[in-house]
């Protein structure tokens, strides 16, 4: 039986959908209008080829697979949304966009203090949540994840929690677990 190209692009993007939320062209279109970038611009932030985000993006590609170029989407999507709710001026997210785009997925972020020293300080909690979320549904579908869940419920009931919450929840959900059990 032979699979059909729209057959291969509608898997696609319900995969995308999964692992992603929603399939990667409707992602980065959204990326591109809020941000005001290009394909050609977006690609270079996010550190991929032009030929590669256009695969993803009609679906010849499902997954992203380098989990720093997934980081990056994610500070992008933050980025975007704290432009959309003017808690970033344009100017701003200018700036942020050649921050992240030099990112190579760490898990602290530099700040400059008064004194001009650089220090390291942590992410802010729905930065390492994201970050989490991106590395679970970088290797499995929220079905999968939920899966393992039900295997490992029994003899590991916190795991089985961090699998439930992190890999198929909401984010404000994981980030409410993550401020919970925080340290």
């Known amino acids: ?36 970038l290009n394909q050609a611009r977006l690609a270079g932030v ?14 010849q590609r499902a997954k992203i697979g380098n989990p720093a170029v997934v980081q990056r989407l994610q500070a992008l999507q933050e ?9 970033a001026s344009p100017a701003e997210a200018a700036s942020r966009m050649e921050e992240i785009r030099e990112s190579a997925g760490s898990s602290l972020l530099s700040t400059t203090t008064h004194s001009g020293a650089s220090v390291q300080s942590p992410l802010p909690a729905r930065r390492v949540v994201r970050e989490i979320q991106s590395l679970l549904r970088s290797l499995g579908s929220a079905d999968e994840l939920l899966a393992a869940a039900d295997t490992l419920a ?22 409410a677990h993550f401020e919970a059990h925080q340290d």
């Open 154 to 175: 029994a003899a590991h009931p916190e795991l089985a929690e961090f699998l439930r919450v992190y890999g198929a929840g909401r984010t404000d959900d994981a980030v």
């Open 79 to 87: 980025l975007a949304g704290e432009v959309a709710d003017g808690m």
């Open 46 to 59: 996010l550190g991929l080829s032009a030929p590669m985000l256009s695969q993803l993006m009609s679906g």
């Open 1 to 36: 039986m032979d699979i059909s190209p729209q057959d291969t692009t509608a898997r696609a993007r319900e995969l995308q959908r999964g692992w992603y939320g929603e399939p990667l062209g409707d992602l980065f279109r959204r990326l591109i209008a809020d941000l005001g």
